[in-house]
């Protein structure tokens, strides 16, 4: 027995075509193949991307939902979601890589665990040029992830999640420029959804120190106003609704105090090293 699964991810003409062709690549060699890979193309994309998407199309069952305007990550996964039918929806980004067998696990997992809505798991970082970083382990059971839901301990390219929930709860906000994961995470709690994460890495995760230096403080503010209303929204203690400002106040220090604090908030807490 196993579930049906989708896979939904979304590429712009800013992505890597080297990267997205890897991360396809591992879509391409699942040991539980997926029933459809859901790829949706925000705007216009380069030559070298549509080839690579031409050349994966020949191995994957893959859709193509195509937007005529790149309006930002959470719109283009909006979107994608309505197109998707099957019931499980497997979650990954055009530079990440899928472990081998990210869906069989997350598969039997489920089919032993009806109850689960939003499965996610660890993730073995990796930077731009393929080394290997550390390792993000995240809480495994339900009352411990809502818990600390203010520091997003769920890995957004981890994630297989129920269609029909996430669908019932809102879909994603298509006018989120960042933290679109963050602020459904917070409304699928909030409507009853159970969490859980695999205890062990399901997928390579693009991360170095050039991702704190991408943080301009608007996006982060923007962030601050999701956790903020969350927490409220869950009726959170109030150090919890201060703690989801720091990656704003990070992103105001110059860059070599900004790197030094993403450091030291590694060593005393890892879920505020967003």
């Not at 029933?35 to 030559?47: R, W």
């Not at 769920?154 to 929930?165: A, D, E, L, Q």
Request: proline share 7%; net charge positive.
């Amino acid at each position: 027995m196993q579930t049906d699964v989708s896979i939904l991810l979304a590429t712009y003409s800013g992505d890597s075509p080297e990267l997205l062709h890897k991360s396809l690549e591992s879509l391409e060699h699942q040991t539980l193949p997926p029933d459809e890979v859901i790829l949706v193309e925000s705007g216009a994309l380069t030559q070298a991307q549509r080839e690579v998407i031409e050349e994966k199309q020949k191995q994957l069952p893959l859709r193509r939902v195509l937007k005529e305007k790149n309006e930002g990550l959470g719109a283009a996964l909006a979107e994608g979601l309505k197109h998707a039918r099957c019931e499980w929806v497997a979650r990954i980004d055009a530079d990440d890589i899928a472990f081998t067998d990210r869906l069989e696990r997350q598969n039997q997992h489920l089919i032993k665990n009806p109850g689960i809505d939003i499965l996610g798991g660890g993730a073995v970082e990796i930077d731009y040029d393929g080394n290997i970083g550390k390792t993000r382990v995240m809480p495994t059971k339900h009352d411990k992830i809502s818990k600390t839901i203010w520091a997003c301990p769920v890995i957004h390219p981890s994630v297989t999640f129920r269609r029909r929930r996430i669908l019932e709860v809102g879909n994603y906000n298509p006018s989120l420029p960042r933290g679109q994961d963050y602020e459904l995470w917070f409304r699928a709690l909030h409507n009853g959804l159970r969490f859980e994460n695999l205890p062990d890495p399901v997928v390579y995760y693009r991360f170095s120190q050039d991702n704190i230096r991408r943080q301009p403080p608007r996006e982060c503010f923007v962030q601050g106003q999701i956790g903020w209303r969350g927490c409220r929204m869950l009726g959170l203690p109030l150090w919890q609704h201060l703690a989801v400002w720091y990656p704003f106040a990070r992103s105001l220090l110059p860059l070599p105090l900004a790197e030094a604090a993403y450091r030291f908030s590694q060593r005393i807490d890892p879920r505020l090293a967003r």
